[in-house]
């Protein structure tokens, strides 16, 4: 297996960890080089307190470092605010990451999903990878569970057996989301889609993708 | 609540208490008269052993019988062979049992099911229940876990806080159907379920279901 | 039956005459209390003159009474321009509304329709009705007669046969909005569009409605 | 305006004068050649007595000759049970009706219908129609009025307003057929389907229809 | 044939011609007048040199007159940048371009297409010809080759086999746009998407447009 | 890379070819052994001559061989007649197949495909790969350029343009199904469907393909 650059897009601090956490785990113990990009600063909109973007963001970074993630890239747009930024300019920040980093995977948030940051990024960064402008062979979302509906069909199951622990341990440094169960941000909600997408791919523990594309020279 | 006539429809023995065991007995607790209807054997496509068949039958009455179930009709159509029956056929003898039964509520299979029974059942009862031949005021399906792909999104979702155990217990009647997780007929895989559709809905145990229709006099 | 609180969302005053006028005054009869929350001022966009806000303001009360209606609120944003109204803000005034009346059933308007105002309510309502945040019991959508495309395929019929002269006299309160046939603002439209969902439940009248979600504890 | 060949695909006699009897009529006054082919003999699912065979074809041709249309073509095959034929000998047959009338325009019954006789006349209409065996111009399909859950959303609409009644007139040639409303079957239905089409497209009286194909030279 | 006003919309200049120029010039040859009317200047968001709108204005107008389109309209709204301008203002603007030629055919932009300008320009446009407001006849999309992912589904072809060379003859126009194939603005890249729909068709080269409405009188 | 089994299924001798001829040979030369299964014999529904049968035979062979597929498997079905054959007989020879090849992926027909025979392989294939059942890694379908209407949206592009020739030479081996252009089975159109996917992609010769499911370990 050759050693890739990957970029994991997410609209908040914890999309990535609760979306692929053990994939990123996986694929940091395989060698790749794993940068995230953090599109919005995720605590606005749910705090008055402006300190929580900073706790997050730390957050974010240890979460991340422990699950073997070398650079970190934060936006910075409002949360819940996604919508109001001219489309051009998130794009824009995209395409400039992606130059930068020069990826050969990313992952992105889900497309069918209400919650708008999670949509537009989603939409910003298809646009950013058109064939057109990059050389992007792999471009992937995964699932961000939710207590809205959504309709995410995975098509690409990655099994996570050995990292389920990892991706659990690694959520626990986003101390101000963790919820109690049934919450989605709870720790018992995480091991059960974990176990839900397993029965689907054959796996005792998995996360679910969905292809968006791939070009294959 | 007014005490209603609620008829269950399966594709095989088992459909039943994987889809909507813990809601049957919610259902039972409430003094509903709850009735079956099987509409396949279940067991000839997979065992070449005939007596199969009637040790499906037997488990799927204990179970029912455990969950509350007052009346059993198995139909008796080949397993994994709806395909080749006449669908008119099936159509009358549905029309029948729900003459028979004069149900206000209906509960059948999911409709986009790669797994053919399960999808021939559903059409044929939305037809056998057309506003014009009968009154069921309200026709719903529930969910089946399966390995294959599908996309089951509820729009219901039915507390079974309290029924998780008897779901379970129930299911333990069909001992030739239990399987090692992460099969989909596994003790883990039914938990794993319930608790997923639990965060979508803000219980610590729910099961799914689609509407159909409902015609509110 | 239980008394229920019951809020019903409209993007501009007429949509809840027009959508569910019949089943607001069944709902009336059956001793719930009634609550209205209009979205827009649903005029600047189609009058020059500033006054028509307050006409049409009157109408709605008085059609609203008239139909047993208890509580207005009209959150008063711009016609036809909710897309430039940050959307965390819409879901910030719905969120306060939804506190203040808790209601156990909420209305609001269809999701696939070309008019961006009711596309926009509809998912405002949707995200501000998530289960993390309420415990709204059922949200439904109501459909809106438009020339526009759209594809509202109802799930729930309700029975109006003992309600449509009422639902078009409350109608005949929005004198301004009032066309001649074939416009879907007339009063021959209304009557046709109700016996259709009726053909389509076995009623003589009906009115449509979607299904969005329902948690049933 | 060319005067075209154009042939009418019904699964059921009845069809084609519920779904666009008024269609006819305006065709036939412009002059064009109309053929009628009905797939299923329409009754021996419905009907214990044979002689229902020959007397829903004697109401066909009696009200296909009211509107105008010039030949009849029965394939006879099952009422409810084209699904147990072989999929191969409707498309012949359909291929030979298509070769002897030459048609310019034809028109099916609906895709996304449960009724499965109507699901696969349209199925079986395409495949005869594929542009390499035909030449056919222009390929539609009507809207059949239905208890049925249907997601018909059409993209053609035909002004019928001086042909309602001829329409109307029509159906009442298919005496067996005529149902009290609110049955589909009944003429108040057919008005308010009509109205309701109507006030989708600014007219008084309306037929749908979804374009299929067009190939235009 | 009767001679028709026909409005063609784009997002941008050569939207029109690489989505019909082969249909535009086979209109011309009929007599039909035609008038383009283009919504984004095109260039801001591709070019920092501000001269290159109007030497896209200038291509757009040779290219169109090579065509046969009598008259342009330039709206000017900013390039990659419709999303955040009121919905409200667009519409007006082609309400009163459509009010202006008084057209009885429309055609405009895809409509799922993840490029932003090309959906708004879609929604708008199906909102301005709502059939309460004008009496447009016919309305229809064309498709735009595109690298983004989309899905565009003809459903009507125009034979354009003697009109190829003279939509490739007019792109040429669109110097600062020809891009190296495989790039979808080069000229193998228009030969292939004509071929492609051809083989569809059974034409040698094809255009392929998506119908949205009909109202025929 | 490691060395795969490959099971390439199609429904008809020259499914194959259109649908995947170049990665086959990409394949090939990667080292990777490549099988191939076809499920009815292609040729009973268009040919009177049974000798046809065994013709489709060896061109497939030839074709096959040519591109570097090492076994053949027939499985004889009627073509154009696969419905009519209970599914769970299509289901068990595919499973035996998949038995003895034993392969890592899985190519199969498309999905949404009005030709029968291509979609019930393909729903066969899906049923016959479910996880509780095999450990095929991945799944997914191919592209068959078809003059009936159909929705394929590749997700998978696999660049050919070192293999389009031996694409088109292996085509030329099926002599009896070669047409001219524009049909979909000419040599034009087999180069304009691969500029096509192509321009989609950023590659000069592209075939695009649908991911079903993939399991990563």
Known sequence: MNIMNVLIISAHPDDEVLGMGGTIKKM??????????????GASAQYLDKKMIEVRKKSCVKAGEFLGISSFNFLDFPDMGLEAI???????????????????????????????????????????????????????CYEIPSPLINQFNPNIYENIELEIEDKINSFQFYESEIEEFPHPRSIESIRAF???????????????????QSFQN
Chains 1, 2, 3, 4, 5, 6 share one sequence.
């Open 28 to 41: 940091s113990k395989q060698g790749h080089n794993l940068h995230l990009c953090v599109v919005t600063e």
């Open 86 to 140: 001219p489309r051009l300019q998130i794009i824009r920040k995209l395409e400039n990451i992606i130059k930068k980093i020069n990826p050969e995977i990313i992952f992105t948030t889900p497309k069918n999903d209400l919650h708008l940051d999670h949509k537009l990024v989603h939409e910003s960064t298809v646009i950013a990878c058109r064939p057109t402008k990059n050389k992007i062979k792999k471009l992937l």
């Open 194 to 212: 974990s176990k839900v997408r397993g029965v689907q791919s054959g796996f005792k523990n998995a996360e679910g993708f969905s292809l968006i």
